[in-house]
């Protein structure tokens, strides 16, 4: 079972197994703000499982650029939509294709269908008369949290609107 982790500040932090939050809140380095329904069963007692902690403590967090991209993180950044037809989106293409120069970086790359990807080939936008639907861009660190939060759980949502209010 998977908990989410909130700093001080009540924003996202990162993921942990049940356990671990257990851990922590029994340290009384964090307080359990949800819980599930099925308990940690110990050798002495039932105890609640944590769905969401918060700690005690701001601990901070080293905001660097971020980190060069991913075919992963630019499906993610793009809502997983095709930036020339808004279908779903399964592979990444280079705006300015690179065998004209283009290069691998946040502004260039976009998410893209097969269909299209294949059309557009190492040709450029003008050549096809195509418009991108957004202007690619590198994320706000503070957007790309970890993975499990592409599918969050159902007993998280409360905590992660409060992430984009903010």
């Known amino acids: 079972m998977r908990t989410l982790v909130l700093n001080a500040g009540y924003e996202p932090l990162s993921v942990v197994t049940s356990r671990r939050a257990a851990v922590l809140v029994m340290h009384g380095k964090a307080s359990v703000l949800a819980e599930d329904l099925t308990p940690i069963a110990t050798p002495t ?3 609640p499982r944590p769905a969401v902690i918060l700690l005690h ?8 650029r971020p980190a060069a991209p991913s075919r992963r993180s630019i499906l993610r950044r793009d809502g997983r939509t095709c930036t020339y037809c808004q279908r779903p989106a399964a592979t990444v293409d280079h705006v300015i294709p690179r065998a004209r120069g283009g290069d691998s970086s946040w502004e260039n790359l976009v998410a ?9 080939g190492s040709k450029t936008l003008d050549e096809l ?4 639907s957004i ?3 590198a994320p706000l660190h503070h957007v790309w949290m970890p993975v ?3 599918a969050p759980r159902e007993v998280w949502m ?3 609107a409060h992430r984009a209010t903010h």
């Open 135 to 137: 202007t690619p861009a």
């Open 57 to 64: 403590h701001y601990v901070r967090v080293a905001r660097r």
């Open 45 to 47: 007692a039932m105890v």
């Open 129 to 132: 008369g195509w418009m991108l």
């Open 148 to 150: 499990e939060l592409e």
């Open 112 to 120: 893209c269908c097969g269909a299209c990807n294949a059309r557009k």
């Open 158 to 160: 409360p905590f992660l």
